[in-house]
């Protein structure tokens, strides 16, 4: 299993982060300050760190270089409009970061990324009867393969990393797509459409007023 270190003092927002990073497969531990979680990588070895620029007794940046010489790489947290801030952290050597306060499938979706990026990503996910194989992008229904489109493939991922949780047109579009959701056309419906269709999904992926899409189970 993927582990995943989180490194924020702010404890509402680590437990929030860890709720969902768990929700979406992912095994956490939690440290709330810099001191904790030097120490904690010293001893035990991570897939991933997401780490909070101001922390205390050792700042974000101070961990990142501890991080980097055992090679586990980083996603900074910052505060929103921390421009300068960003800049530094990805200069000395963070793979991404993300602003808080964020959403949580923009979230997933930048873990996703970064983890690929160094081949760490969890190859097999499913639901009821269907697995899926990131390795091999390939999808199957009660052992038999499923032919679906590299959109559809996606849209499919994005809804079982992000189970149980309302996602909005917008980031729908924009973790599938990418580019800006303009609020007028029906690419998102349509897709959504057409998988529900091919996986039986009718039931478990229900529309959502005025919002999007959510994938219940």
């Known amino acids: 299993m993927i582990k995943i270190l989180i490194v924020e003092d702010e404890e509402p927002i680590a437990n929030l982060i860890r709720m969902n990073l768990v929700k979406a497969g992912y095994q956490c531990e939690i440290a709330s300050d810099g001191e904790m979680a030097a120490d904690i990588i010293a001893e035990r070895t991570f897939d991933l760190m997401l780490l909070d620029i101001m ?13 980097k010489e055992i090679g586990i790489p980083v996603i900074f947290l910052t505060a929103m409009g921390e421009t300068q801030q960003k800049v530094k952290g990805l200069k000395l050597g963070a793979e991404d970061y993300i602003a808080k306060p964020f959403d949580i499938a923009e979230l997933l979706a930048r873990v996703e990324t970064v983890l690929r990026r160094y081949k ?37 991922l994005l809804f079982v990393r ?43 992926i229900v529309a959502i007023y005025k919002v999007g899409y959510r994938l219940v189970i």
């Open 120 to 156: 760490k990503t969890q190859r097999h996910l499913g639901f009821l009867d269907i697995e899926i194989d990131t390795d091999s992008h390939t999808v199957t229904q009660g052992g038999h393969p499923v032919d679906l489109t590299m959109k559809e493939y996606e849209l499919l």
């Open 55 to 67: 922390l205390p007794k050792l700042n974000g940046y101070e961990v990142l270089e501890y991080a």
């Open 162 to 204: 992000n189970k149980n949780r309302a996602l909005y047109r917008e980031t729908i579009y924009e973790n599938v797509w990418g580019g800006e959701y303009n609020g007028t056309g029906r690419t998102v419906d349509l897709h959504v459409q057409r998988l529900k269709k091919k996986l039986g999904l009718e039931d478990h």
